[in-house]
């Protein structure tokens, strides 16, 4: 552990995320490429220590807050897209495991090569066949798909659901193993966040022991099992609100990047049948710039907003009510739902050069489209839920 990297302040954790912007740009098409994170970068990540900008001080960790880590990742984002889904993902798994497990479980995992943990996983399997034995759980048969970082992890955090005797589930249970222990598939042929190599992970015959398993229903209501880290505001934070969160926050990096390149190219773009010279001069360019920068600055204010909500409530160690992490889940659906609509314009107002393969804009728009749609950031179904409890109804959103 670097004694210097640990003691890193707000504005040096962001500071480095911002320093690895060029080489994230260079890398990009490389890491389109190889469906994965070059090692290159995975090493200047593990050196500024931002996978571990979450992880407790005690095992290595920058244990920053909730914003830190929130901008950290949309700078990462704005140099490649595929990076910020693997840090943002990976980090929020260190605040995850840290929550929800036990000192022994901690020092198990963490243990000599704290510098070497690096985690990944999916909390809803596709497939998931379990039976309580002695001392803990054999998973005979599992499939999680969407596993982003499975080619760099090293620990896995996965769901496994607990049914009764007539194939009702009763506890979702979380688990912790090491990645030696499951196959990776080769599945990860996608549009966008080409490099993030979310393969789907497959295990047969795996024992998980007690200790490293817990109840994901007690830990969404914030009653975590370590104990030993209580006193640590950090990891008094809302679970679930923090892992949408971090779905989220880089398609703001992704904007501010489109944005960023559409104003470098526009002094010399010629117009056509604008009545003007310059695509600069027409009056529609200045509503469609007006209208991206307040949609993206809009959209970064819902996501800070969440980050101050989790990081103060936790600062008070009082975890977030129910009610208010239905309203974070619908204000980071909306800030999606801003995120496409300033992608929309910018594309209307940028022609189509981007559609040659190899253009920066081609690879933003994929990225954020593949983002965009994942189910936890639908902006259809989190204004859905806030709305019902408005109403004065319950969310139908089970895991909050």
Request: proline letters at 4%.
């Amino acid at each position: 552990m670097n004694p210097v990297i640990q003691q890193q302040s707000r504005v040096d954790v962001i500071a480095a995320a911002k320093s690895l912007i060029p080489a994230l740009r260079e890398r990009a098409k490389e890491t389109e490429e190889i469906r994965q994170i070059p090692e290159a970068t995975i090493k200047e990540l593990k050196e500024l220590s931002l996978f571990k900008m979450l992880r407790p001080k005690r095992y290595g960790g920058l244990e920053t807050t909730m914003r830190e880590y929130s901008e950290a990742v949309v700078e990462i984002s704005k140099g490649c897209g595929s990076t910020g889904w693997i840090v943002a993902l990976c980090a929020i798994r260190e605040l995850m495991v840290a929550e929800s497990f036990g000192e022994e479980t901690h020092e198990e995992i963490f243990g000599e090569n704290e510098d070497d943990v690096l985690f990944a996983g999916v909390y809803e399997p596709r497939k998931c066949i379990a039976k309580k034995v002695e001392g803990g759980y054999m998973i005979e048969e599992g499939f999680w798909m969407f596993c982003s970082g499975s080619l760099h992890a090293t620990w896995g955090y996965f769901g496994m659901p607990i049914v009764d005797d007539e194939g009702k589930m009763i506890d979702q249970v979380l688990m912790t193993l090491p990645f030696s222990e499951m196959e990776i598939m080769d599945d990860w042929h996608v549009m966008g966040l080409k490099g993030t190599g979310s393969n789907s992970v497959k295990m047969n015959n795996v024992f998980i022991p007690e200790r490293r398993c817990t109840s994901f229903v007690k830990a969404l209501d914030g009653d975590f099992e370590s104990a030993h880290l209580r006193d640590i505001p950090l990891y008094n934070t809302a679970l679930f609100p923090a892992l949408i969160l971090s779905l989220g926050l880089p398609g703001l990096g992704l904007l501010k990047a489109a944005y960023e390149f559409y104003e470098q190219t526009l002094p010399n773009r010629r117009a056509a049948h604008m009545g003007v010279e310059f695509i600069k001069d027409a009056a529609s360019t200045h509503t469609a710039m007006a209208d991206v920068a307040l949609k993206i600055e809009t959209a970064e204010m819902f996501f800070y907003k969440v980050a101050d909500a989790l990081d103060a409530s936790a600062a008070a160690k009082e975890y977030m009510p129910r009610h208010e992490r239905v309203k974070t889940l619908a204000d980071i659906g909306y800030a999606n739902q801003l995120l496409k609509e300033a992608m929309d314009i910018l594309l209307s107002a940028s022609g189509s050069g981007f559609v040659y393969n190899g253009h920066p804009m081609q690879r933003i728009l994929l990225d954020f489209l593949t983002l965009h749609t994942h189910r936890s950031l639908s902006p259809t179904i989190t204004k859905e839920n806030f709305g019902r409890v408005l109403a004065g109804l319950e969310s139908n959103a089970i895991r909050y």
